[in-house]
């Protein structure tokens, strides 16, 4: 158990480190430090001027996916569409990074690469949609960061999303 934490902890800080070389070279004009609750009982970031790294920002909308898939539901293609045309909309959006999550089941190690194949889905969606692949970096978050608490399926609908974030 104590090895998979630390695994898991290698993991995302290479990525962390992997992101801050590639897409934080520039300090952002705003960051995450204040949050605020959505419609889904959890918590989205809102900018701020104080903080450094990629944000959340409100024209990117959560993606969500079935069980164990890593394809984009069809009833999920209209949000991809919005997210790809906010992107071609806002210029200032130097890189979107998109994190592909999961809920709690199954292995951590199998919960790694099914966050890596879902966050390289929506990049896929979005270079078809004419997003240039420049502007995008994927990394999977696995099951680290539940979006829900719970051990349901009411909370495991909701963790099982790509989240899309800019740096500036």
């Known amino acids: 158990m104590v090895k998979r934490s630390l695994v898991r902890v290698a993991i995302v800080s290479g990525a962390a480190l992997a992101l801050a070389a590639t897409g934080c070279a520039t300090k952002p004009k705003e960051s995450t430090a204040a949050t605020t609750a959505t419609s889904h009982g959890f918590e989205e970031s809102a900018p701020t001027p104080e903080s450094a790294g990629p944000v959340r920002v409100p024209e990117l ?9 890593a394809d984009i539901r069809s009833d999920q293609r209209p ?46 969606y979005l270079e078809n949609l004419g997003v240039p692949a420049a502007r995008i970096v994927t990394v999977s978050l696995g099951e680290s ?19 899309f974030l800019v740096t500036r």
């Open 145 to 163: 960061q539940p979006a829900v608490q719970g051990h349901d399926e009411s909370a495991w609908k909701f963790n099982r999303r790509d989240e």
């Open 61 to 69: 909308k959560t993606v969500y996916f079935d069980f164990d898939k």
């Open 79 to 124: 949000t991809m569409k919005a997210n790809s045309d906010a992107i071609m909309q806002h210029s200032e959006w130097k890189l979107i990074t998109i994190q592909g999550h999961t809920d709690e089941r199954g292995t951590e190690e199998y919960n790694l690469a099914l966050g890596e194949r879902r966050a390289d889905s929506g990049k896929r």
